[in-house]
């Protein structure tokens, strides 16, 4: 089948492209092997997304970002700082009216950790679930964005050095069919479903990565991968604690219920993520607990209640009132802040083919991420991925392309076995030793896997291989990357 553009992923960035395309006059199509289209990582944001503070400038939000980054590209952090703020007000507030919270007629704007300043928009500690609601209804309208649920990106198609389309299987099928089209756009979200401590809905499994990297597209700081500080640590999953709390006042407790942070970093609970979830993961090993406590439960309950009720329904959910006791926290993986990467304008080194949201790596964030920073740059790259692609492109392949089968070559289990892995030597803190075993090992599984068929396994394998190879290589320590 021919379109213009194929996007892959309908979290916030492959569906602001939608969006902006399928309002250009683009024939469109979307694809997502979740059930529903809001099923992705946006939807599951809770603290929010930047804007502008009071007295805020993009110099402020600069030297934030680049606090926390460390190694950011100076270049595409001035333009980002410069022009995302003004994407969510064109987009998010005008466009959509998304119903950010409010005071009075001015928004509610919070504080979160690495952050200098209020400059948080935020509806309760759902923003990601509320914005991608609102984008979805307009995408609704467009008809010319055709929607394909639970359809599965198998593998790109690359023809004279150029991406002309991608094999997509139906969940229900044993076959992969060919859609084309002269752009295509990999918005598939993160990694955080190769370790097993995720705060990452499925799946998760850095698909889009495996896909480009066969293909010959350029991958940068994969070693990256930011371990969100607190987790929820129940028998259910690692439920998120957004990073909003901390800085609505929660504050992080050791076994003794004694405060800890100051004796890490100067912001103490405020502090940017890498170094809290270093600092927890070091005092639960000083303590020799399995997890450290936070605790809100000092300011009013009638507030909490309804400043987080997401947090507040599912942490009750699974037998705490965060009111009335102390939270069970550990670190889990949440980000990955590598990726394939692209300029500013979402394009790779492969013609026909860009990348947007966190599976791009676009230099912005460096060596970690700051808070509430990922749906601005999946915003802003969305948007400039979708504005820079010129209408007048219609290029024929000339292929000629049948339906392929689609097989399997381990157990369901071998999942399990690499999240464990993963976890174990490719983790917050990380040790030549073991990143040269998770190398070795999964080298051994990927090359069991024969290339000239389809199997299911193959992309989240290449993917989870290149993390672990990027860590060993690099041996500095540096954000998200820490080598003991």
Request: glycine share 8%; with cysteine; net charge neutral.
């Amino acid at each position: 089948m021919q379109y213009d553009c194929i996007i892959i992923g309908t979290g916030l960035s492959g569906s602001i492209a939608a969006y902006i395309l399928g309002k250009r006059g683009f024939r469109v199509a979307l694809f997502s092997s979740q059930k529903n289209i809001s099923d992705s990582n946006s939807s599951h944001a809770q603290g929010g997304i930047v804007y502008r503070g009071e007295g805020d400038s993009p110099e402020l939000l600069f030297h934030d970002i680049m606090r926390a980054g460390q190694i950011c590209d100076r270049k595409a952090l001035l333009d980002f700082t410069i022009r995302a703020p003004l994407f969510v007000e064109e987009f998010l507030i005008r466009e959509l009216n998304v119903p950010f919270d409010r005071i009075d007629k001015n928004f509610s704007l919070a504080l979160e950790g690495g952050h200098s300043m209020p400059r948080i928009l935020h509806c309760c500690d759902r923003t990601g679930k509320i914005i991608m609601t609102y984008l979805a209804q307009a995408l609704e309208k467009i008809s010319n964005v055709q929607l394909f649920l639970q359809h599965q990106a198998l593998e790109l198609i690359k023809h004279n050095d150029r991406c002309v389309g991608v094999w997509i299987r139906k969940q229900t099928s044993a076959y992969a069919y060919p859609f084309f089209a002269p752009e295509t756009i990999l918005a598939t979200g993160g990694v955080g479903r190769l370790f097993c401590h995720t705060t990452n809905p499925l799946p998760s499994l850095g698909e889009g990565i495996g896909m480009a990297a066969h293909i010959g597209a350029e991958l940068a700081g994969l070693e990256y991968v930011q371990f969100h500080p607190t987790a929820l640590y129940s028998s259910k999953d690692r439920f998120l604690i957004s990073e909003a709390m901390r800085g609505a006042g929660a504050r992080l407790f050791d076994v003794s219920r004694q405060p800890f942070m100051h004796q890490y970093h100067e912001q103490k609970d405020l502090a940017p993520r890498d170094i809290v979830a270093k600092a927890i993961l070091q005092q639960m090993n000083r303590d020799q607990t399995d997890h450290v406590w936070l605790s809100i439960c000092h300011q009013d309950s009638a507030y909490l209640r309804k400043r987080f009720p997401w947090i507040y329904e599912q942490c009750m959910q699974r037998g705490f009132d965060l009111t009335q006791e102390d939270l069970p926290v550990v670190p889990a993986a949440h980000y990955h802040v590598g990726g394939i990467r692209v300029d500013s304008c979402g394009c790779t080194n492969i013609q026909g083919l860009r990348a947007a949201g966190e599976v791009a790596f676009s230099g912005i964030h460096g060596a970690n991420r700051l808070a509430s920073t990922s749906l601005l740059e999946a915003l802003y790259l969305g948007v400039l991925a979708a504005q820079n692609i010129p209408m007048e492109e219609k290029i024929e392949n000339g292929l000629n392309l049948s339906r392929k089968k689609v097989r399997r070559h381990f157990s369901p289990s071998i999942i399990q076995t690499v999240q464990n892995m993963m976890w174990q030597n490719v983790g917050v803190k990380r040790s030549k030793e073991k990143l040269f075993l998770a190398v070795e090992q999964l080298s051994f599984l990927y090359e069991q896997l024969p290339m000239h068929d389809f199997f299911v396994e193959r992309n989240f394998l290449k993917t989870a291989y290149l993390i672990a190879l990027a860590a060993y290589s690099n041996p500095k320590s540096c954000g998200c990357h820490f080598v003991e």
